[in-house]
C-alpha cells in the first residue's frame, strides 16, 4: 500500500502490519526524498500529499499522532502534468506547490552525449549486482547506441546493457556486434510522403507531421511526443495555440483527445 510506504503504519493498522513502521517522509525527514512517477498517485493519496508538502505534518496509517517532518521533494513523471490537471487526473493545488523549479529533461534521443556516460553507470552497476569483473564497452559500440532512436528512452538502455553483460560471449568487454540486433531502425517516412511537403512553409510541416502523428496514437500526446522527440508540455503548447486559432485539422483530433 503506497500511503503506508510514504507515511508508515502502526502495529495493528491493518492485516499483516505486526510492527511499527516508519515511511519513507520520515526516514527522509532533514533531507531529500525522490517520488517517481507522481502523476500515477491516487487522488485519494494526493490530497494526503498536498497536506504533508504543505504543512510538513502527516499521520502513520492507523495513528491520530501528527508527525513533523522536513523533507525536500523532487517528483519525477514523464507525462505532462498541466494536461493531467485539465483531465481531472492530478490536484490542481498539488501540481502548484510542486511546480517550484520544474526541470524538463529531453528525450535521450536528443542527448546522445549522455549515452557513455550511462552505459558506464549501467555497466557498474550491473558487475557489482552479479559480483563480476566490470566490463569496458567498446568504442564502436557506444558510437552505434548513440545513433539509436530509443523509444524506450534511457529504461530501454539499461536493459540493453544488462542483457549484453549477460549475452557477451567475449569476456571484459560488451562489442558492438553484440549490440546491433537488438537496436530496431527508426521507420523511414515514405518518399511520396516527403514529397508531399516540398515547397511548404516550415511551420505548416511542422504542423502537419505532428497532427498526423497525433492521429497515429488515436489522440495519447504522451506517445505521440515520444515518437517526435519533443516534450510533451510543447507538444500541449502548440495544440493549444493551433485550437486558439481556430486549426480545422485539429477537430477531428482533439475529439479523440477527450475520448481517451
Known sequence: M???ELFGHERGAFTGADKLRRGRFELADGGTL????????????????????????FERVGSSVSQQV?????ATTNRDLEVEVEEGRFRQDLFYRLNVVPVELPPLRQRPEDVPDLCRHFLSH????????????EPDAVRLLQRYAWPGNVRELQNIVERATVLEAQPGVVR???LEPWLKP??????????DLAGKPLADIEKQVILSTL???????????????????TL????????????PGLAGVEAEVEAE
Open 2 to 4: 503506497l500511503e503506508s
Open 34 to 57: 525522490l517520488l517517481d512517477e507522481i502523476s500515477e498517485i491516487a487522488p485519494a493519496l494526493q490530497a494526503k500529499l498536498l497536506r504533508v508538502l504543505q504543512e510538513s505534518v
Open 70 to 74: 522536513d523533507v525536500r521533494v523532487i
Open 126 to 137: 550491473a558487475a557489482r549486482r552479479a559480483g563480476e569483473a566490470y566490463r569496458h564497452i
Open 176 to 178: 558492438a556486434a553484440t
Open 186 to 195: 527508426a521507420k523511414v517516412p515514405a518518399a511520396a510522403a516527403v514529397a
Open 215 to 233: 492521429r497515429r496514437f488515436k489522440g495519447h500526446r504522451l506517445k505521440t511526443a515520444g515518437a517526435l522527440g519533443i516534450g510533451v508540455r
Open 236 to 247: 500541449g503548447m502548440k495544440l493549444k495555440k493551433w485550437k486558439d486559432e481556430g486549426e
